[in-house]
């Protein structure tokens, strides 16, 4: 792969900060490229493979009839997936008390509050709910099946009484006449997923520490800092950095703290469906990094991309506020009802042509002229 530094001109390069999901590295940065290929009304080519010190990525040639020869994009990963592994519950009570904290975290008074924002955000809010109370009957009844099968637990300290209530509660779920079709629906409603994002988001807005590692929030903040680090030192005139669902939390935590890079380059930031409106109500951090955000004088502009069909996202709280150019985007998305109910709308950013377009050179300045501060 030939070093970044050998290319002619000072391209642009694109850092894409992707959100929760199990995915293998580079995987969500070629899907981007992809969308970016097909974007119509773009001639845009992938060039290959590129490698800068601490990065590596692709090039892309964009062409246009001021640069026929073309413009060099290019395309990183700030990838973070592999931090995902949550710490295993040996024993289905360590797993009940585990699951049990992630119901009592989420299912609190604050959560009410994001409700009064958006009717949209709401029946998200009101299904996710309901999804992770139905996943959590289910670790009930495994709980109780395993512990009623097992003799030993009464000799582990644990009082027989409170064992004797799971299992008679397992006995009783279990017994539903519906019970049989909330297990089959489980699986198709992604409950495993939505409960792993609950787990992880919880343990991020309370930087979770494992064993003698920093707290898993500061870990995943210094992965994705120093994919940034790496661009701003190597000389790029401009960087846009494309945040993505969970990928805005770690952008607004990095950008808040930050300070003006040395290197003179314009960083524009991009960030699409955000759940931080949602999150900000159960951590006191987030809400104070987001005052800190409205004054950030890290980034020449910020394009904030949401959709009302996207049920998991709002648009970022602290964009209306920000002085920075740029603004707030409302998209349109041609996708059916169970596609929003299942959450799978959350990726037509990767693919919406305006949400594309605000990652190209001149792309956020046009988009964001003021006779079009709403897309859609």
């Keep these: 792969m030939p070093p970044a530094d050998q290319l002619v001109g000072r391209p642009t390069a694109i850092l894409l900060v992707p959100g929760f999901g199990r995915a293998e590295s580079f995987e969500r940065r070629d899907r981007l490229i992809s969308a970016l290929c097909a974007l119509e009304g773009h001639d845009i080519e992938d060039a290959g493979d590129l490698s800068i010190p601490g990065a590596a990525g692709r090039k892309l040639v964009l062409r246009t009839t001021c640069e026929p020869d073309g413009e060099e994009l290019h395309v990183f990963e700030a990838y973070w997936a592999d931090m995902l592994q949550e710490p295993?519950?040996?024993?289905?009570w360590s797993r009940l008390l585990r699951d049990f904290q992630i119901m009592v975290y989420w299912m609190n008074y604050r959560m009410l509050r994001p409700l009064r924002s958006s009717r949209y955000m709401t029946l998200g809010l009101i299904l996710s709910g309901m999804i992770l109370l139905l996943w959590y009957l289910s670790t009930i009844v495994l709980a109780a099946e395993a512990i009623g099968a097992d003799e030993s637990w009464s000799s582990q300290g644990i009082p027989r009484w409170i064992l004797d209530s799971i299992v008679a509660a397992g006995a009783y779920i279990g017994g539903w006449k519906l019970w049989a079709t909330i297990s089959i629906l489980l699986?198709?409603?992604?409950?495993?997923?939505?409960?792993?994002?609950?787990?992880?988001?919880?343990?991020?807005?309370?930087?979770?520490?494992?064993?003698?590692?920093?707290?898993l929030r500061s870990?995943?903040?210094?992965?994705v800092e120093s994919c940034v680090c790496a661009l701003t030192k190597h000389g790029y005139k401009d960087i846009v950095i494309a945040a993505h669902?969970?990928?805005?939390?770690?952008?607004?935590?990095?950008?808040?703290?930050?300070?003006?890079?040395?290197?003179?380059?314009?960083?524009?930031?991009?960030?699409?469906?955000?759940?931080?409106?949602?999150?900000?109500?159960?951590?006191?951090?987030?809400?104070?990094?987001l005052d800190a955000f409205t004054s950030v004088a890290?980034?020449?502009?910020?394009?904030?991309?949401?959709?009302?069909?996207?049920?998991?996202?709002?648009?970022?709280?602290a964009r209306e506020a920000s002085p920075l150019p740029g603004g707030g985007h409302l998209i349109e998305f041609d996708v059916s009802l169970w596609r929003r109910w299942s959450g799978r709308s959350h990726l037509e950013y990767f693919t919406h042509p305006k949400a594309l377009a605000l990652l190209l050179p001149q792309g956020g300045a046009r988009v964001a002229a003021p006779d079009s501060a709403t897309l859609g």
């Design 187 to 215: 699986p198709v409603l992604h409950a495993e997923e939505i409960a792993r994002l609950a787990s992880f988001a919880k343990r991020y807005l309370e930087d979770e520490q494992a064993g003698k590692e920093i707290g």
């Design 88 to 92: 295993t519950a040996s024993t289905p």
């Design 298 to 317: 890290d980034l020449e502009q910020w394009d904030d991309v949401y959709s009302k069909n996207d049920w998991l996202c709002a648009a970022h709280p």
């Design 219 to 223: 870990r995943i903040r210094k992965r």
């Design 245 to 289: 669902s969970f990928g805005t939390v770690i952008a607004t935590d990095i950008f808040a703290q930050r300070r003006k890079p040395p290197h003179g380059q314009r960083v524009r930031l991009v960030t699409w469906g955000s759940p931080i409106a949602i999150l900000q109500h159960r951590s006191r951090w987030l809400r104070e990094e």
